[in-house]
């Protein structure tokens, strides 16, 4: 079965769980002994009181009642009056003494007498208390009275068997509330660790269990040699699916491609989900670079099926970036980032593919981030230009417009690829403030062409713009559209905008929305490099669009083989009372044969080239 856990924690022995319980037991002991301790003493003061008090009285009584045998020296009246006594309890021993301390009488239990001075005693073993015996303020002698303390230690030996009792409950009670508290524990320890390095959506290590787990093969690597690969996985059209079926889909597509994943590597391999839509396959070992491949190329094939989602066949293709130890990095950090470069490259590179990691890529990182430094200062200068390449009626040859194209011209490296540095501003966000400002500055040019003259054919020229996908995701863009044309005066009706078939299907019913309301306003609207993306009969009647734009990749082979092609496409765009551009026309045999189709629009390298704003201005102004 692969592996897929993540790494337990290392803890001292006997767990957490093991010794919060030992310490609440040994708690709840100490608390006991402390409080019985507390209490037994208090007991003992409290009973030894008592018993004091009670003798007190009792003497007291009895040396009132012996003032008169005092005085008349009757000692067997006095004997009478101790003898009362016999029935109090805890009784031993009464005396009376007279003025002088001699005795005059005293009184027994079982022939007890006193074994200690009259005047001391031992406080824990009995009880000594005296009275005066007085009349009249006169001063006759005393009584002296002795009470054991067997019914004192008696109830203490009761009372300490009840706190024993008592004290026994509570320690029952107590463990069984520490257990409870310590399965209660035990359970949170592992429901903290289930959530700190498992993913919830696929049941697979986490990210940062990937990490641990990584640096654990390393280690072992390192000690007993061989390789390690790393493959790092990023689903191509996840998002579409998130977007169009809802979360509740793309959290099934990711549990099914967990399983698929799982499924298509080794048992001693370990997978993981590490972000979004991104998963990480740590093989270990491997027996060199061609196994690895192989790893990565059963994956990519697994992952080729289509799967089945809500009653839907959902396909999520995959790209795969590859990083082998220690061939191409050795820490931990060198590997992820290699395997990353790698993954970049393989999604750059078409997709749904598998990459394997070589030093160039980081060259080309270094200089896509570079390039990204660049772009962002030249948006404040004035590298940045418009050029425009004429667009032609096909039939006359006679230009009708233009479409706006985003030119760099680099203080270093001078003029650079739009293929180059568009994809640095999609993926950074530039595109959005670089598109608005490329819609503005169109929509300004195009609304001096129509003050300065006309087209060749008398009508005014129009202006295509490219709409990129993050500028369609955005929600105010129908109003830069809007605020461009405002500003600038250009009637709606002479802008187009460009949108391709992969940015339109990424959310539909979006995109359907921001047309309609872009054709309410009275804006133009064209489908870019028509037949390279996800053409569909449905959609292309549902949307409310104005013209096919033939990809050039179509016109290439004209008027040979590509001629079923672009005849299907234009007879399509007929049938729809769409109009037809064709890009890329670069000889006259093209041309001729797009003439004889039935295109409306052409537009290539043979009628004109990209030019900047001034120079078409003076073709317009000349014509």
Excluded at 357 to 362: A, K
Excluded at 382 to 399: G, I, K, T
Excluded at 465 to 480: G, M
Aim: proline share 4%; with cysteine.
């Amino acid at each position: 079965m692969v592996k897929t856990r993540a790494p337990k924690q290392s803890r001292r022995p006997g767990g957490l769980t093991a010794l919060l319980g030992a310490g609440q037991l040994a708690a709840v002991v100490s608390a006991l002994i402390v409080a019985g301790v507390i209490l037994l003493v208090y007991q003992v003061l409290s009973l030894h009181q008592a018993l004091q008090h009670e003798a007190k009285v009792q003497a007291a009584i009895v040396a009132d009642n012996l003032a008169a045998p005092l005085m008349f020296g009757d000692r067997e009246a006095a004997g009478d009056t101790l003898r009362s006594l016999r029935s109090a309890p805890f009784f031993r021993w009464v005396a009376v003494y007279d003025q002088h301390g001699v005795l005059f009488a005293q009184y027994s239990t079982d022939g007890w007498t006193p074994a200690a001075a009259p005047t001391s005693y031992s406080w824990y073993s009995e009880v000594r208390v005296q009275a005066p015996v007085a009349y009249r303020a006169a001063k006759l002698g005393k009584v002296v009275l002795v009470h054991g303390t067997d019914g004192v230690r008696n109830a203490m030996v009761r009372y300490v068997g009840l706190l024993v009792l008592a004290s026994l409950g509570a320690l029952l009670l107590a463990q069984l509330l520490v257990r409870r508290t310590s399965a209660r524990v035990e359970a949170a320890e592992r429901e903290l660790d289930y959530l700190a390095y498992t993913d919830p959506v696929t049941a697979l290590p986490n990210r940062r269990a990937s990490y641990r787990m990584l640096e654990q093969a390393l280690a072992d690597r390192r000690g007993s040699g061989g390789q390690l690969a790393l493959l790092l996985i990023d689903l191509d059209n996840f998002k579409m699916v998130n977007d169009t079926a809802g979360h509740a889909a793309g959290d099934e597509l990711l549990r099914q491609v967990a399983c698929v994943v799982r499924s298509a590597v080794r048992s001693e391999d370990v997978v993981s989900r590490i972000g979004g839509d991104e998963f990480a396959i740590i093989a270990s070992p491997v027996e060199g670079r061609d196994q690895a491949r192989a790893i990565a190329q059963h994956v990519t094939e697994a992952l080729r099926a289509p799967f089945q989602i809500g009653g839907s066949e959902v396909f999520a293709t995959a790209s795969v970036g590859l990083c082998l130890f220690p061939d191409d990095a050795v820490e931990i950090g060198e590997l992820v980032t290699s395997a990353d470069t790698a993954l970049y490259h393989a999604k750059q590179t078409g997709r749904n593919r598998m990459a394997e990691f070589i030093p160039e890529m980081t060259m080309q990182t270094q200089r896509r981030a570079q390039l990204e430094r660049d772009l962002r200062a030249a948006m404040a200068s004035s590298e940045l230009q418009v050029h425009y390449q004429p667009q032609f009626d096909c039939a006359s040859e006679r230009m009708v417009g233009a479409e706006a194209l985003l030119r760099w011209r680099h203080p270093v490296h001078g003029f650079i690829s739009p293929a180059e540095f568009i994809p640095v501003a999609e993926d950074s966000g530039l595109i959005v403030a670089l598109g608005r400002w490329v819609l503005e500055r169109a929509c300004a040019d195009a609304a001096t062409w129509q003050r300065t003259g006309e087209g060749e054919n008398g009508a005014p020229l129009s202006v295509a713009v490219n709409v990129s996908a993050r500028q369609l995701r955005e929600k105010d863009f129908l109003d830069d559209v809007l605020r461009a044309l405002e500003r600038s005066g250009l009637p709606p009706a002479l802008l187009e905008l460009e949108l391709t078939e992969s940015v339109l299907m990424e959310d539909v019913d979006a995109a359907v929305q921001f047309m309609r309301a872009a054709r309410t306003l009275g804006v133009r609207l064209s489908i870019d490099d028509f037949g390279t993306g996800y053409s569909s009969l449905a959609y292309l009647q549902s949307f409310p669009i104005n013209q096919l734009k033939i990809d050039r990749s179509f016109l290439q082979s004209l008027p040979g083989e590509g001629s079923t092609i672009v005849s299907a496409v234009i007879s399509l765009a007929q049938d729809f009372h769409l109009t037809v551009v064709a890009e890329g026309v670069e000889n006259r045999e093209q041309l001729e044969w797009l003439q004889r189709a039935g295109c409306t629009y052409a537009q290539g390298y043979l009628l004109g080239r990209p030019m900047p704003a001034a120079a078409l201005m003076e073709i317009v102004g000349a014509s």
